[in-house]
């Protein structure tokens, strides 16, 4: 069965910097964009950034463009997200997602990354 978890959470004075990590398996063939999404406690579940995993195309949401890093390293079926210079307002849970897209924006996408089952999450606290 399809599995993604999410690990690297923690708490983080603002300014500081945390790479979340997200093990995708089972998936056949492997899923073509991986995502980060996060939620803070009484908001919507926003996307934060994505990676076409065949060509490396990456999508940031502007509230963290120039601070967060979308990679991969497809020998290890995982996904990354470097966080840098992290704001109070960037805590919550941090989500992975999979899905099969043709291209274009997938954090723009109406119905992205809801079809396949979602990670657990990890918890990002920044005070």
């Known amino acids: 069965h399809v599995q993604l978890v999410e690990s690297g959470g923690d708490s983080v004075q603002a300014g500081g910097s945390l790479r979340l990590s997200c093990v995708h398996s089972?998936?056949?063939?492997?899923?073509?964009?991986m995502a980060w999404y996060r939620q803070a406690p009484g908001k919507v579940r926003e996307g934060v950034a994505a990676?076409?995993?065949?060509?490396?195309?990456?999508y940031y949401a502007a509230s963290v463009k120039g601070r967060f890093t979308i990679s991969q390293d497809n020998t290890k079926n995982t996904v990354y997200l470097q966080m840098n210079s992290l704001k109070p307002e960037d805590a919550g849970m941090y989500y992975c997602?999979?899905?099969?897209?043709?291209?274009?924006?997938?954090?723009?996408?109406?119905?992205?990354?809801?079809?396949?089952?979602w990670g657990q999450g990890t918890q990002v606290t920044v005070s």
């Open positions: 997602a999979a899905d099969s897209l043709p291209g274009g924006n997938p954090l723009t996408m109406p119905g992205a990354f809801f079809a396949w089952p």
């Open positions: 089972g998936y056949s063939p492997p899923p073509d964009c």
């Open positions: 990676i076409y995993t065949g060509d490396g195309t990456t």
